[in-house]
């Protein structure tokens, strides 16, 4: 049977994003029209997921009542003929299986995983980082092309990686470690080293928040200590299901398939602005107000 259960961790503190994210979760806040964790979610349904296993945390309810059917709304907008905006609820309603779990302490991405392990048990899922978008408004079917190839390499680890066009931007990332020269979009992975000098990096492929794993990395999570900033770090576990001779697989992201990393407010800020110009409505309206705007600071 094909994988489709994910786990979406959404439980991080979202520091680099305060005060916006002070009594609000990171993954709610609006990119163009939708919050950060509609697009995942969207996402992930078109590539096959059907169980969705939220990994939340304190002040985070907000996600699970962004997902349930909001009766009362819906009749307030029935009732005054709003259909445009009824349509705008309609997600309510697709056939998706979504659980919540509660991380208690913020102990890492690794921790937010291993939270999963009583409710996943023994059987591949995907991992699907909360706070990023993969591709505009969602159109990236990465997760279903990276379940073909787990299935077809009999895969422990299938990590997506973002080419870095700026080879300095590696000491902010995991950067993969390929098995021998890369000559496609799909690749053997040796490993991965977080990050790395400029001159140490193994390549300018860096982690892009999307994985799938078999139960193995449950295995390694259990017993990897604590590491960098007193978390348990994804990286570390899955380090070492590689180095056990697990096998690992990395895919590129397609050019049209950009990541939008909402953890930080400068890619928060391009990736707003990259959906609020895609806008159909509004989006022509923006460039010229741009336009003009960016004209007028120009020195004369
Ligand atoms: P980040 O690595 O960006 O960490 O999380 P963070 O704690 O949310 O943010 P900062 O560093 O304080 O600004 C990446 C993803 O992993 C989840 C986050 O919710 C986000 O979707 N995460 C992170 C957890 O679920 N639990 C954690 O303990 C840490």
Redesign the pocket.
């Known amino acids: 049977m094909a994988i489709d259960l994910a786990v979406i961790?959404?439980?991080?503190?979202?520091?680099?994003?305060l005060p916006a994210t002070k009594s609000q979760?990171?993954?709610m806040l609006p990119v163009g029209r939708r919050p950060v964790v509609q697009y995942v979610v969207e996402e992930l349904a078109n590539s096959g997921v059907k169980r969705m296993l939220f990994?939340t945390?304190y002040g985070k309810s907000s996600i699970e009542d962004f997902f349930d059917v909001n009766h009362q709304l819906i009749n307030n907008l029935r009732s005054t003929g709003k259909e445009e905006q009824l349509a705008e609820l309609a997600f309510e309603r697709n056939e998706v299986e979504y659980a919540y779990t509660r991380?208690r302490e913020?102990?890492?991405?690794g921790?937010?995983v291993l939270i999963s392990e009583p409710f996943v048990g023994r059987q591949p899922f995907v991992v699907a980082?909360?706070?990023?978008i993969i591709g505009m408004n969602a159109q990236s079917r990465i997760v279903e092309r990276m379940i073909e190839e787990y299935e077809r390499n009999n895969a422990d680890v299938v990590v997506a990686f973002e080419e870095l066009s700026d080879p300095a931007e590696v000491v902010h990332y995991g950067v993969a470690q390929p098995r021998g020269t890369i000559t496609g979009d799909t690749f053997e992975l040796a490993g991965l080293i977080e990050k790395p000098a400029v001159d140490e990096a193994p390549s300018n492929l860096a982690v892009a928040a999307r994985y799938v794993f078999s139960p193995s990395i449950y295995d390694e999570l259990r017993q990897t200590e604590r590491g960098k900033g007193g978390?348990i770090q994804l990286t570390d576990a899955m380090q070492k299901v590689l180095q056990k001779g697990g096998k690992g697989i990395g895919i590129r992201l397609a050019k049209n398939e950009p990541r939008f990393d909402i953890?930080?407010f400068e890619s928060y800020f391009q990736a707003f602005v990259d959906f609020a110009l895609a806008d159909p409505q509004f989006g022509d309206g923006l460039e010229r107000y741009l336009r003009d705007k960016l004209s007028l600071n120009l020195p004369t």
Do not use: F, M
């Not at 961790?9 to 994003?17: E, S």
């Not at 913020?106 to 991405?109: F, M, S």
């Open positions: 961790p959404v439980a991080g503190l979202g520091t680099r994003l979760p990171k993954e990994i945390g991380q913020q102990l890492g991405l921790h937010a980082l909360g706070d990023s978390e953890g930080n």
